[in-house]
């Protein structure tokens, strides 16, 4: 079977593999502080939950936008599985030609969800990354990453309104039942989930121009089916196309 680790910058999303199947999921908020010990414990009690054993991982791969955690989980894998996992990066075959100025700007997750979404959708393809950050990836239908763009996230707008406006608090991000609010909260709510919506669309329909031709657009992330709920510019969802793409990326270079 096969670890894959997606480490982002607030939560770490781990799967494991049997062959192609993904026999199970797990989320765990991202620390820096957390030890490699701290982190197997943690691992190794989801997997006795799922009827897994430790001597079941024979193979894992990884990508980070967290550079302190890559060593970390390298130690946890080489400790208590004794395997070095295949760390996404440099020297790593992905199958994606990066057609950016400065191609070891692009970071590792969201090579590997362009991998994933070509495999998966064909060309050409977006994939908009609904996390942290607000991320819109472009991948050609030759499967070239072509660009993308960076936008902040929508807990990060949420969390600016609460810390910069003295009168605002901090609200549950979740779809208000009219755009018009009637009330502080629910004006908040409208704001976030709505100016997100029209985010994601303007975004999405300026790619679709440049490239001059229509782009399946594929939501990631976890506010992926918060937004995709909301907008006929989102084609599909796919909380699982990071881990996806390591699966084929681990394949890739195993060959």
């Known amino acids: 079977m096969l670890l894959a680790a997606d480490i982002g910058n607030t939560d770490i999303t781990i799967g494991v593999f049997e062959g192609e199947e993904l ?72 199958g994606v030609r990066i057609r950016m100025d400065n191609p070891r700007e692009v970071g590792a997750d969201r090579i590997v969800n362009a991998a994933a979404a070509h495999h998966l959708y064909g060309g050409p393809v977006i994939i908009t990354d609904l996390g942290t950050a607000t ?30 406006a003295a009168m605002l608090p901090r609200v549950e991000l979740v779809r208000p039942k009219k755009v018009i609010g009637t009330n502080t909260t629910s004006a908040m709510q409208s704001g976030l989930i709505f100016g997100y919506v029209g985010l994601v669309e303007g975004i999405v329909s300026r790619i679709q121009q440049e490239l001059g031709e229509k782009a399946t657009v594929v939501a990631t992330g976890g506010y992926a089916e918060l937004i995709a709920k909301e907008t006929a510019a989102i ?10 793409g390591l699966r084929l990326i681990h394949r890739m270079n195993q060959a």
């Not at 999921?25 to 982190?39: F, G, L, P, V």
């Not at 054993?53 to 208590?80: G, H, M, N, W």
């Not at 084609?235 to 996806?244: G, R, S």
Request: with cysteine.
């Open 23 to 94: 026999r199970a999921t797990w989320h765990m908020a991202t620390s820096i502080h957390r030890m490699a010990d701290e982190y197997a414990a943690l691992l190794l009690n989801l997997l006795q939950h799922q009827h897994l054993k430790i001597d079941d991982i024979k193979e894992a791969a990884l990508c980070s936008v967290v550079p302190p955690l890559v060593s970390t989980f390298e130690e946890l894998c080489q400790r208590y599985f004794h395997l070095s996992p295949l760390v996404v990066g440099a020297g790593v075959k992905t």
């Open 135 to 164: 991320t819109f990836d472009t991948v050609s239908k030759e499967g070239d990453y072509i660009g993308g763009v960076i936008a902040p996230g929508i807990s990060i707008g949420a969390e600016a309104l609460f810390m910069r």
């Open 235 to 244: 084609d599909t969802v796919n909380h699982n196309l990071t881990l996806i």
